[in-house]
C-alpha cells in the first residue's frame, strides 16, 4: 500500500460496553467504527489493515477516496 494514501485520521476510543477499544475513520462515510482492538496496540494495528481495506475498496469500485482533513502549518512569531 502506498503509505500516502493513508493520510486519514483514525479515531481509537474505549467502550466499556464491548470491552474494547474502538476504531474509526472520520472522514470516510458510513458506519462510525469500522474495527477494534482489545489492547490499543491491536486497535492500531487493525486499523491501518482496515484502512488499507478501505481504499482499496474505494478504488476498486472507481469511487473518489474523501479529500483528508489537514492542519495548517503555523508560523512562530
Not at 2 to 10: F, H, I
Not at 26 to 49: I, L, S
Request: charged share 25%; proline share 6%.
Amino acid at each position: 500500500m502506498n503509505l500516502t494514501k493513508m493520510k486519514y485520521e483514525m479515531t481509537i476510543a474505549w467502550s466499556e460496553e464491548d470491552d474494547c477499544y474502538l476504531v474509526g475513520f472520520p472522514e470516510f462515510p458510513g458506519q462510525k467504527w469500522r474495527t477494534h482492538g482489545d489492547t490499543y496496540e491491536t486497535a492500531v494495528n487493525n486499523g491501518v489493515e482496515a484502512l488499507e481495506s478501505l481504499i482499496l475498496a474505494y478504488e476498486a469500485s472507481g469511487e473518489s477516496l474523501p479529500e483528508p482533513k489537514t492542519i495548517a502549518a503555523t508560523t512562530p512569531g
